[in-house]
């Protein structure tokens, strides 16, 4: 069973500061990973995927992958309340079947 | 662009009753999938396609069944509805097999089982 590891918060960040989101994978043979956020009551919306080693950067996100060490975060600078919301980590199993975790709830 | 449409939004079924969940894609999209969600839980994969006509079971697809006559269409049927049933019901769609792609959801549909 492939697992997607996501500690579930809530996790409370002042405005303006930096929150730190982090996720653990058990297939070692993952080789895409992506980050929703999905507000109450709503779908989720993908914020970015990430494939390579190392950083990727969208406006106020950064997504963080090391794959030796099975570990995707996400980062988002300078906080505001409209980030409130839980942010799922997904992996891609294949033919874009996503194993999802549990979610991080941001607050 | 309308998306990734789902129908009905909400539904109350009796224990035995059977529907179908309806999802439509006006995207081209190739691949689809349908998902479910319970409170505190990560999103499942019930069922998925790569293409018309092509199907195939994911993670927890019992108790349910879809068909995928064409691109734009990929209903879900719920028989013998169970209350381990209740749910929300997420339809996605993705362009391709790329990490780049990601899902376009659904709006959902929230089914309790009475």
């Known amino acids: 069973q492939k697992e997607v590891e996501q500690n579930s918060g809530p996790l409370s960040v002042p405005e303006g500061a930096i929150a730190s989101l982090n996720c653990t994978y058990s297939d070692r043979g993952s080789q895409s990973f992506f980050w929703y956020r999905q507000y109450s009551g709503k779908s989720p919306e993908l914020i970015m995927s990430?494939?390579?080693?190392g950083d990727k950067e969208d406006g106020r996100f950064t997504a963080q992958l090391n794959k030796a060490s099975q570990y995707v975060s996400l980062l988002i600078r300078d906080s505001q309340p409209s980030d409130s919301a839980t942010y799922l980590c997904?992996?891609?199993?294949?033919?874009?079947?996503?194993?999802f975790g549990t979610g991080t709830r941001l607050l | 662009n309308a998306g990734v449409t789902q129908t009905p939004k909400f539904r109350i079924l009796k224990i035995g009753q059977s529907m179908t969940l309806q999802c439509t894609q006006d995207m081209n999209h190739n691949y689809m999938y349908w998902y479910r969600q319970d409170p505190g839980m990560g999103l499942k994969l019930i069922y998925y396609s790569v293409g018309a006509g092509i199907t195939d079971k994911g993670e927890v697809p019992n108790g349910y069944n879809v068909s995928r006559s064409t691109t734009e269409d990929f209903p879900l049927r719920l028989e013998l509805a169970a209350p381990s049933q209740t749910s929300v019901y997420f339809c996605?769609?993705?362009?391709?097999?790329?990490?780049?792609?990601?899902?376009?959801f659904g709006s959902g549909t929230r089914l309790t089982v009475v």
């Open positions: 990430i494939y390579s080693n």
């Open positions: 996605a769609s993705s362009y391709g097999a790329s990490a780049d792609y990601g899902y376009t």
């Open positions: 997904a992996v891609n199993t294949g033919f874009q079947k996503l194993v």
